[in-house]
């Protein structure tokens, strides 16, 4: 089956399988590694991606699913002026841990401030807790989330 979608700017029409998982087209077949597979059952989050600006976990969409959408990974979320305000932010506060949640976690808090720029901690908390961090630094990632939504 043929799909045309947009990911980081840039416009694609590939072949996939009817089967193949959002995740893994974005990973094996574009190589774009940033995505991680995390528990591959869409429960923790490190497979987020922004789908036409709103975060979606690409473990729990098809690639079919896909057609015509403008996808936003990891690799495309900084500008030409350097990091987006998110990602600096993580690195500001430390709330970068081992790392392996992180681009799901900075793609999730744009989406959360996006839609709700007067979040508290709670708010974020609750926002993300779709994503899990398993180091537990939930703390950092809470300030770092604030920092960019006021």
């Keep these: 089956m043929q799909i045309s979608l947009t990911i980081n700017g840039t416009e694609y029409c590939e072949e996939v399988e009817p089967r193949t998982l959002l995740v893994h087209f974005i990973r ?4 774009l590694t940033g995505t991680n597979i995390g528990c591959d059952t869409s429960s ?7 789908v036409d ?3 979606a976990k690409s473990c729990n969409l098809l690639a ?17 002026d350097g990091l987006h305000p998110m990602q600096q932010a993580f690195h500001e506060c430390h709330a970068l841990q081992c790392g392996y949640c992180t681009p799901g976690m900075v793609l999730a808090s744009v989406s959360l401030v996006e839609e709700y720029p007067d979040l508290d901690g709670q ?7 779709g994503n899990l961090c398993r180091c537990t630094g939930y703390q950092n990632i809470v300030k770092a ?6």
């Design 28 to 31: 094996d077949q574009l190589g």
């Design 44 to 50: 923790c989050g490190a497979c987020t991606i922004l």
């Design 53 to 55: 600006g709103q975060s």
């Design 64 to 80: 079919v699913q896909a057609e015509g959408s403008e996808i936003t990974t990891i690799e495309g979320l900084a500008g030409e």
């Design 123 to 129: 708010g974020v908390r609750e926002g993300l807790e």
């Design 145 to 150: 989330v604030l920092s960019v939504g006021k």
